[in-house]
């Protein structure tokens, strides 16, 4: 176990509906933990949340990989994202033998939160406050499992992406960040893992249309972390069980995003 500092490990939404995936997934969790090795892990749920909206007749409109939040919607958003999927993976770590803490971006003073833009409604943009909270769950051997819902101080529930969220807590606790997807990393235009990225790299892919809507939200979250931290970040899968592995021995995998 070559990480020492805490492991900010995201997962996206399409990780609750495999339970292959979660099962795999808390295994690697519950054998970094028993090697001393304090994870926090962060997920999504878009696609829980786009379930949920069309059950609910209402329509989903994402403006550069982020969800347009009207009032009228956040009380969905909140269930499926604070509720439903934080539940989920709670309960694929009690399987696992994991204790787990429940949280959201909202809890314990630890990030603060204002709207991002107008224009995306209850979207929510964040930053690292006051890591009290997490410490406390962390220092018992807890694994903390937050949801990207956040509170403003003006009492607004706010619907903010999970890779911001991560972005937010790795500031926070000074942890190493790895984004877990349900690709092996960045593809190149013919499908292939690019390996290494750094920021004009970024720039150029993003400009030619490769990298693009979510991918496009993560890898800029990856790379303020990385330039932030001065070390890089990665853009990983939670389906590929080898490259948990490697991230269990502390290792590098699928594609690193360069300060
Ligand atoms: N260059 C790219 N490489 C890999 N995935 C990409 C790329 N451009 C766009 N994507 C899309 O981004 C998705 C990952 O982003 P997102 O759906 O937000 O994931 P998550 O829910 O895991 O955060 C991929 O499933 C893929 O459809
Ligand atoms: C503002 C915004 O876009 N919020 C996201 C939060 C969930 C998320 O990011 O989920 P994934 O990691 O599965 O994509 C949403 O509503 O979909």
């Not at 749920?45 to 990989?65: R, S």
């Not at 979207?123 to 807890?142: H, N, R």
């Not at 070390?231 to 690193?256: H, N």
């Amino acid at each position: 176990m070559t990480t020492k500092s805490v492991l900010v490990l995201k997962v996206g939404g399409a990780l609750l509906q495999c339970e292959m995936g979660m099962a795999r997934l808390m295994t690697a969790a519950a054998e970094m933990l028993a090697a001393g090795q304090q994870v926090i892990l962060v997920h999504g749920g878009g696609c829980l949340v786009d379930e949920q909206l069309t059950a609910n007749g209402k329509e989903t409109i994402k403006l550069d990989g982020l969800r347009v939040t009207p009032a009228d919607q956040i009380p969905i958003v909140v269930g499926a994202l604070a509720g439903t999927s934080n539940k989920i993976l709670q309960a694929a770590a009690a399987k696992a033998g994991i204790v787990s803490v429940g949280m959201s971006l909202g809890d314990g003073n630890t990030v603060s939160a204002k709207i991002k833009d107008e224009r995306l409604g209850l979207v929510g943009e964040v930053e690292p406050k006051d890591a009290t909270y997490l410490t406390f769950i962390l220092s018992q051997g807890w694994l903390p499992i937050c949801s990207s819902i956040a509170i403003s101080s003006q009492g607004e529930m706010l619907n903010v992406n999970a890779d911001q969220a991560a972005t937010a807590l790795a500031k926070l606790v000074n942890g190493t960040l790895v984004l877990l997807s349900d690709v092996s990393g960045v593809l190149d235009g013919k499908g292939q893992l690019i390996h290494s990225l750094n920021k004009s790299e970024i720039e150029h892919l993003v400009a030619q249309g490769v990298i693009e809507k979510g991918m496009k939200v993560k890898v800029e979250a990856a790379l303020e972390v990385a330039q932030w931290m001065g070390k890089p970040v990665q853009v990983a899968s939670w389906r590929d069980a080898e490259q948990l592995k490697t991230l269990v021995k502390g290792g590098s995998v699928g594609t690193q995003i360069q300060p």
